[in-house]
């Protein structure tokens, strides 16, 4: 016996299920609901949303019908995955959005997803009417819920990307001092019973998503002041989880950058609350919190943008601030922005003197060494030495430390007590630190500094995934190290790998290593097609070149045998362990 669609009448219909098991044994009972009967014997199969390839062969096939000789090819597929993966994989959707290519181009409907709920209805004759619009079926459920099950599934409608327990209590709950962990569970619990939330299970803990379609529905239920309630106590509430982020990269680095994976996209959220409702130092703090997520995944673009617009906006220089500006810095100089570099190191600059905890002193001084701008190596090497000092006791910021003091040594050409820093290296009790790219890179770059260049090939062996950025950093510095070695080939294997648009700084690296294989080939036009891009950016941005002291001196006097006497004298130049500048004039 089939029962369809047993939501709305789900009491009435159990108790008839439960009399037919019982006076008709033989007769098995197929029940479809949104919601479980609840009835004794009963076995759920829960239907979930159709994975990508199902929901993209549901399309194709709905789209046929309503467009004989519908095809997808290479140019609609993007629009098509977008489409699919905005529509989260529910069949009813997709069913309908294909229906819409009678009159629209697939590339017009991906364009209009935002209006997904009026786009999403069926003229055509469909014997049950809920399922001729998506909004219907969602007024359906909706309205089959009670009064606090709704103000809940609005609220965490505000959530993107899914959210836990903590944040469910947190936005959920009108006065979260004031909320029972038990009722928002049992409401949870109801909402998932429904099919209007799923649930799911990331590093043993419970998570909570509500489907894209569903998610733009219930927002649109908001009114204006539950809006701005609910989205304040989301800003605050992510807000406090991005310190939270920021203080476990200290104790467990993979882990923090788990979390921080998680919730990315409900931290962007908070922050553009934040900086759009004039609430800029919350804006800020979450931005500098989570800057090392956004380093260590090479979006130095983005959080660059996050941070300059609260610093630009924000008056005051506490401490707050400068520590912002540090990472601003940072981001600035990885990017190569040297305007947004000088004016964040020149905020550092003028708090310096009045600042006297520690660990800001300590990110001071590791900005002010981490500098390109006049830079002298010895004040580097002293500010750096003090910094570690100062952060003992926070042993990510160690690592970072360190991590920075080899780019310095690669800038001057003057390593400063290597063994020291290995030593360094292999103390910091991180996790994901001490044995993934990121200690593979400092590793690597105190050999290549010495000049151990088969040292350094053996040292990148161990790279893995655990820092993307760092990761990039130990690919250059073995392609460079092949190169030296004459292992060419190798080295244009590994330059294939790094991504030159995702740190621009290892463009330069990838260039620099290039250019020197041309010559070892005997290409000395392509050498100095190269050679003459670098010189001119360093001559046009007033940057240093990140490149080595050995191979600065070789492609200088590669640079001064081609006629290229001026690209020759800032590759010198750079060479020179004694110059913190290059003097380009």
């Given at each position: ?15 008839i ?6 006076e ?5 009972v197929l029940?479809?609901s949104r919601?479980?009967?609840?009835v004794?014997?009963e076995a ?8 990508h ?5 549901l ?22 995955h ?18 819409r ?6 590339g ?5 997803l935002d209006?997904r709920l ?10 049950d009417s809920r399922?001729?619009?998506l909004?219907?079926v969602?007024?359906?459920?909706y309205?089959l819920l009670d009064?606090?099950e ?6 965490t409608?505000?959530?993107i990307?899914?959210?836990?327990l903590d944040?469910?209590?947190?936005i959920g ?5 004031d ?11 109801r909402?998932v019973h429904?099919?209007?939330v ?7 803990a419970?998570?909570?998503?509500i489907?894209e379609?569903?998610?733009?529905y219930?927002?649109?239920?908001l009114?204006p002041?539950e ?7 989301h800003?605050?509430h992510?807000?406090?989880?991005a310190?939270?982020i920021?203080?476990l990269?200290n104790?467990?680095f993979l882990?923090a950058?788990e979390?921080?994976?998680r919730?990315v996209?409900?931290l962007r959220?908070?922050m553009s ?5 004039d609430h800029l ?7 500098r919190?989570t800057s090392f997520?956004f380093?260590?995944?090479q979006?130095?673009?983005e ?11 924000v008056d ?6 400068l520590?912002?500006?540090?990472m ?6 990885d990017?190569?922005?040297l ?12 708090g310096?003197?009045s600042?006297?905890?520690p ?7 590791s ?9 002298e190596p ?6 750096t030495r003090a910094?570690?000092?100062l ?5 990510a910021?160690?690592w ?6 080899i ?6 050409g ?8 290995l030593?360094?290296v292999d103390e910091?009790?991180?996790?994901g630190?001490?044995?993934?790219a ?8 105190v050999a290549?500094?010495?000049g ?8 990148s062996?161990?790279v893995?995934?655990?820092?993307q ?9 073995r392609a460079e190290?092949?190169a ?7 080295a244009l294997?590994v330059l294939a ?6 740190y621009e700084r290892r463009?330069?690296?990838?260039d620099r290593?290039h250019?020197a ?10 050498a ?5 891009v ?5 001559t046009?941005?007033?940057r240093?070149?990140?490149a080595?002291m050995?191979v600065?001196?070789?492609?200088a006097?590669?640079?001064?045998e081609?006629?290229?006497h001026?690209t ?10 004694e110059?913190a500048?290059?003097d380009?004039?």
């Amino acid at each position: 016996l089939v029962l369809d669609n047993c939501e709305h009448l789900v009491h009435d219909l159990a108790e008839i299920a439960t009399r037919i098991i019982r006076e008709a044994p033989g007769v098995r009972v197929l029940a479809t609901s949104r919601v479980h009967l609840g009835v004794s014997g009963e076995a759920i199969f829960a239907l979930h949303p159709l994975d990508h390839g199902s929901a993209t062969e549901l399309f194709t096939d709905r789209a046929q019908l309503a467009r004989p000789g519908f095809a997808v090819d290479d140019t609609d597929r993007p629009a098509l995955h977008h489409l699919c993966e905005r529509l989260d994989g529910i069949p009813l959707a997709i069913e309908l959005a294909a229906a819409r290519l009678a009159v629209m181009s697939l590339g017009q409907l991906a364009e209009h997803l935002d209006e997904r709920l009026e786009l999403l209805t069926d003229t055509r004759h469909v014997p049950d009417s809920r399922q001729r619009s998506l909004a219907r079926v969602m007024d359906w459920s909706y309205r089959l819920l009670d009064p606090t099950e709704r103000q809940l599934l609005r609220r965490t409608s505000v959530c993107i990307g899914g959210f836990d327990l903590d944040a469910a209590l947190h936005i959920g709950a009108p006065d979260p001092a004031d909320a029972s962990l038990a009722d928002v569970l049992d409401r949870l619990g109801r909402l998932v019973h429904a099919s209007l939330v799923i649930v799911e299970t990331d590093h043993g803990a419970s998570r909570y998503r509500i489907l894209e379609p569903v998610r733009q529905y219930v927002t649109d239920r908001l009114d204006p002041d539950e809006l701005d309630h609910t989205a304040r106590a989301h800003a605050h509430h992510y807000a406090s989880v991005a310190a939270t982020i920021f203080e476990l990269s200290n104790s467990d680095f993979l882990a923090a950058h788990e979390v921080a994976d998680r919730e990315v996209d409900n931290l962007r959220a908070a922050m553009s609350w934040a900086y759009r409702n004039d609430h800029l130092r919350l804006g800020l703090a979450i931005a500098r919190h989570t800057s090392f997520h956004f380093f260590d995944n090479q979006m130095y673009h983005e959080s660059l943008r996050w941070l300059r617009t609260g610093l630009d906006l924000v008056d005051d220089d506490d401490n707050d601030v400068l520590a912002a500006a540090v990472m601003a810095g940072f981001a600035a100089r990885d990017v190569g922005d040297l305007d947004a570099h000088r004016a964040a190191f020149e905020r550092v600059q003028r708090g310096f003197d009045s600042v006297h905890e520690p660990w800001l002193r300590a990110e001071l001084l590791s900005a002010r060494s981490s500098s390109v701008l006049d830079t002298e190596p010895r004040a580097a090497e002293a500010d750096t030495r003090a910094a570690i000092e100062l952060r003992a006791s926070a042993p990510a910021r160690v690592w970072a430390l360190l991590n920075n003091r080899i780019d310095q040594s690669w800038l001057s050409g003057d390593l400063w007590d290597g063994p020291t820093i290995l030593q360094r290296v292999d103390e910091i009790p991180v996790k994901g630190l001490r044995s993934g790219a990121g200690a593979a890179k400092i590793r690597a770059g105190v050999a290549a500094c010495d000049g151990r260049w088969d040292d350094v090939v053996r040292a990148s062996e161990p790279v893995d995934e655990s820092t993307q950025a760092a990761e990039s950093s130990v690919l250059t510095l073995r392609a460079e190290a092949l190169a030296v070695l004459g292992r060419h080939d190798e080295a244009l294997g590994v330059l294939a790998t790094v991504d030159p648009d995702a740190y621009e700084r290892r463009r330069r690296f990838a260039d620099r290593i290039h250019a020197a294989i041309d010559l070892r080939r005997g290409e000395p036009g392509a050498a100095a097609e190269r050679l003459t891009v670098l010189a001119d950016e360093i001559t046009r941005d007033g940057r240093r070149l990140a490149a080595g002291m050995h191979v600065a001196s070789l492609l200088a006097v590669a640079a001064h045998e081609l006629g290229l006497h001026q690209t020759a004298a800032v590759l010198f130049g750079h060479a020179d362990a004694e110059r913190a500048r290059l003097d380009i004039e």
